[in-house]
């Protein structure tokens, strides 16, 4: 009987050792939740690399809900590189350690909230065998204004300066997959659901420099439609949405049309979210997520849906053309270097060139108001702050501007600020009757 008890001791204390011999082996790069205001994002995949602040050695480690690529990696280096502030797929934490394993700071973007250089939370990070290894977390504060925390945990390959992450494997543009498309979830509005059915994919114009990927879903079928996101828009297929993104997951334009909502197809592009989005080889599928419910014109809404659909090839007159640098950077490199000299870059005019009403602004701007005296210029928008602030962020990067340091988004006010060579932009923007005020504070323009 003792000799039985001890085999069977024997056997579970090894498989014991097998669970968690198994449990360790299976550590995620990186996994973990992050709160911002009202809603908390599920990170799954993390990065890190050596980066410089202040003449000091520091590791960063961001962990993100989509993949960062290592085209995206590239560009936030080099905007790092330039002072800039970095930015990953949406939503992202993005903590900062001293080399002895000490958590300096942390910024975080997600649901149209950014925050940015925060000093309080704890983490650890350990660095053997070119791998750093750690967790990090900071305590939400339920009264807080702005609610903000995050609990992460990571163990990934870190990157020295000047190495890369593999490249990615090139996409296959169609031909469209033979897959049937299905859309599961929910769409409510005012807690009502409306039973999204259908949904389909295809190419629209290009946005700010790279290809653009329209989604519609609606509660009756527009596979017939030659212009389903409109007729959707105009109710015509039941309660709809319609969402605008590029091939890495980020969205630039989200339309809500709900049955149950009074106010209907407005814009809400930065209360949205991808999640395990891809396209490949003919087809596009992932998940889309307000993390929760939005408020938006004191009514709300929410999304969680998964979907997949076929996406062909993309036509010709929606392909990206080579821009004017690269054409430019080939013409120079066939010509004599005494040349260059003489050569002036076809690129954006200067910003002094451009004219404070020449500015990308809402594309429902109202009330403007100019102040060339003191440089400035105030407008009105229907849409909410963070609404508000996604559509100006977008379209003042297609205008040239880049983020100047980190902004503060939350739905009660925001500030974003902008620069473009010599040229600055501070914009305030806060509520307003249901929409928002926005204003301009510039330096560096033409008020002519």
């Given at each position: 009987?003792?000799?039985?008890?001890?085999?069977?001791?024997?056997?579970?204390?090894?498989?014991?050792?097998?669970?968690?011999?198994?449990?360790?082996?299976?550590?995620?790069?990186?996994?973990?939740?992050?709160?911002?205001?009202?809603?908390t994002f599920q990170l799954a995949h993390a990065v890190a690399y050596e980066s410089a602040r202040d003449g000091k050695e520091d590791l960063t480690v961001v962990l993100s809900a989509q993949p960062v690529s290592n085209e995206k990696l590239k560009k936030a280096l080099a905007t790092e590189k330039e002072g800039g502030f970095a930015e990953f797929p949406s939503?992202?934490?993005?903590?900062?350690?001293?080399?002895?394993?000490?958590?300096?700071?942390?910024?975080?973007?997600?649901?149209?909230?950014?925050?940015?250089?925060?000093?309080?939370?704890?983490?650890?990070?350990?660095?053997?065998?070119?791998?750093?290894?750690?967790?990090?977390?900071?305590?939400?504060?339920?009264?807080?204004?702005?609610?903000?925390?995050?609990?992460?945990?990571?163990?990934?390959?870190?990157?020295?300066?000047?190495?890369?992450?593999?490249?990615?494997?090139?996409?296959?543009?169609?031909?469209?997959?033979?897959?049937?498309?299905?859309?599961?979830?929910?769409?409510?509005?005012?807690?009502?659901?409306?039973?999204?059915?259908?949904?389909?994919?295809?190419?629209?114009e290009p946005f700010s420099g790279k290809t653009g990927i329209v989604l519609v879903f609606t509660e009756k079928d527009h596979s017939k439609a030659t212009k389903p996101d409109i007729d959707a828009m105009f109710g015509k297929f039941g309660s709809a949405l319609i969402i605008s993104l590029h091939e890495d997951g980020d969205i630039y334009s989200c339309q809500v049309a709900h049955s149950a909502l009074k106010k209907q197809g407005f814009s809400s592009s930065g209360s949205i979210e991808t999640s395990g989005f891809t396209y490949d080889a003919g087809k596009v599928e992932g998940e889309l997520t307000t993390n929760g419910p939005v408020e938006t014109f004191g009514e709300t809404w929410e999304v969680k849906l998964k979907f997949v659909a076929p996406l062909g090839e993309i036509p010709k007159e929606f392909q990206v053309a080579e821009s004017i640098d690269t054409k430019q950077a080939s013409t120079k490199s066939e010509k004599p270097e005494a040349a260059e000299s003489d050569e002036k870059p076809a690129t954006q005019p200067t910003a002094p060139d451009l004219n404070a009403k020449d500015l990308a602004l809402t594309k429902d701007a109202s009330d403007i108001e100019y102040k060339a005296l003191v440089g400035q210029m105030s407008f009105k928008s229907k849409?909410?702050?963070?609404?508000?602030?996604?559509?100006?962020?977008?379209?003042?990067?297609?205008?040239?501007?880049?983020?100047?340091?980190?902004?503060?988004?939350?739905?009660?006010?925001?500030?974003?600020?902008?620069?473009?060579?010599?040229?600055?932009?501070?914009?305030?923007?806060?509520?307003?009757?249901?929409?928002?005020?926005?204003?301009?504070?510039?330096?560096?323009?033409?008020?002519d």
């Open positions: 009987m003792i000799n039985k008890f001890i085999r069977l001791l024997t056997v579970m204390i090894v498989l014991d050792a097998v669970t968690l011999f198994a449990q360790q082996g299976a550590t995620k790069p990186g996994e973990g939740t992050l709160t911002l205001s009202k809603k939503p992202y934490l993005k903590l900062i350690f001293k080399k002895t394993g000490e958590l300096k700071n942390w910024s975080a973007i997600g649901g149209g909230t950014t925050i940015g250089g925060s000093r309080d939370g704890t983490g650890e990070l350990k660095l053997q065998d070119g791998r750093v290894a750690g967790k990090a977390s900071a305590a939400v504060e339920p009264d807080a204004l702005i609610r903000k925390g995050f609990d992460v945990r990571f163990d990934v390959a870190l990157l020295k300066n000047g190495e890369e992450l593999p490249v990615s494997t090139a996409k296959k543009y169609g031909p469209a997959a033979n897959v049937k498309p299905s859309v599961t979830g929910d769409f409510k509005g005012n807690g009502k659901d409306a039973q999204l059915a259908y949904v389909s994919a295809r190419w629209g849409l909410p702050v963070t609404s508000a602030c996604a559509e100006l962020t977008a379209s003042l990067q297609g205008q040239g501007w880049a983020k100047d340091g980190s902004d503060l988004i939350t739905a009660n006010s925001s500030i974003l600020t902008r620069k473009r060579g010599p040229a600055s932009l501070t914009i305030f923007v806060k509520p307003d009757n249901g929409g928002s005020e926005i204003k301009m504070m510039t330096k560096g323009l033409s008020w």
